[in-house]
């Protein structure tokens, strides 16, 4: 990292800190995917060589960063990303900040996908002018769909169970099976297979509770899966649309509707359990069906 960096950075109240204490940070004023700990480090483990900086303020931490390469880490924008192909989202960082600054903080690390949530902290930060991205949020499966469209949702679900398909939540598999059925139907639709696979099977195996959605079956095979990755922090729960698998040759109409149907409605209802807000990601707002499915909000940019 370059030295003026790590100079401005001590200038403005940024130590070097430990992972210990970025999980702190992360405990104390919440995270997300992007942001996780946990994520973070097994990233560690496999040789990324990341760094952790904490902003304080009389002695007390007020926040903390992860940084790969001068960038905050997990930014798809970072040219430098020292693990690319892991299942970890890249598109909105939310930082384990405190809500309750007394004034806006100076941001000495790149990025270019801050969380529209965080966009009153950092100073030096734009939401708009000068940052053209928008990230792509689910709307709420409460208010932000018509009647005729909730109930056109919920007959295709009935018409698929009827026609002898099943569903069958993540969390009744293992990581290997989670791994197995979504490499199969990644390449069903892609005719590509999962990238770094040794890597991605300890992922999904030491992270397996932290997937989250149903698998669509006929019969005892599988034709559709969404892959989400969640965490649930003190600010929220978090859940990420890492991407969605499905046969290509399945006779089954609207086979990706349903399964984003059916995972939003589960989502919503143990956020709701919960008592926690559910920020369920779809990435940048891009396409045709994210427009019908999310609704958009500006991603921050660290003006250096």
């Known amino acids: 990292m370059n030295i003026w960096i790590m100079l401005i950075a001590k200038v403005l109240n940024w130590d070097e800190c430990s992972l210990s204490d970025y999980k702190y940070s992360c405990l104390e004023y919440g995270y997300n995917c992007e942001s996780a700990p946990e994520f973070l480090s097994f990233m560690l483990r496999h040789g990324a060589p990341l760094r952790f900086f904490s902003y304080k303020k009389k002695g007390i931490t007020l926040g903390s960063v992860c940084v790969d390469h001068g960038w905050i880490a997990n930014d798809i924008k970072n040219r430098n990303r020292s693990i690319l192909h892991l299942p970890v989202p890249a598109t909105s960082i939310y930082l384990p900040f405190s809500q309750d600054l007394k004034s806006k903080v100076i941001m000495p690390f790149k990025s270019k996908c801050l969380h529209p949530l965080q966009n009153k902290i950092f100073i030096n930060t734009s939401y708009g002018l000068l940052s053209k991205r ?6 709420n499966i409460n208010s932000d769909f018509s009647k005729k469209t909730i109930t056109t949702r919920e007959r295709e679900i009935r018409n698929f169970l009827k026609s002898g398909g099943s569903f ?7 990581g290997d099976q989670i791994f197995d059925i979504y490499q199969t ?14 890597i991605n ?15 669509m079956f006929i019969g005892n095979e599988a034709i559709g899966i969404q892959l989400l990755l969640s965490v649930n922090s003190k600010s929220g729960f978090f859940v990420d649309f890492i991407n969605i698998g ?18 939003l409605a589960s ?11 559910l920020n369920f990601s779809y990435g940048f707002m891009s396409g045709d069906y994210k427009k ?3 609704n958009p909000a500006p991603v921050g940019k660290v003006l250096i």
């Open 292 to 294: 019908r499915w999310c």
């Open 267 to 277: 989502l919503n209802a143990e956020a709701y359990k919960m008592r926690k807000t």
């Open 201 to 215: 099977r300890s992922f999904f195996n030491e992270f397996h509770a932290n997937f989250k959605g149903d698998v």
């Open 168 to 174: 069958l939540s993540v969390d009744k598999m293992s």
């Open 185 to 198: 139907l990644f390449f069903s639709r892609r005719k590509k297979e999962v990238s770094d696979q040794t």
């Open 134 to 139: 928008t990230a792509a949020f689910a709307k």
């Open 246 to 263: 499905y046969r290509q040759d399945s006779h089954i109409n609207s086979l990706g509707t349903i399964l984003m149907w059916r995972n």
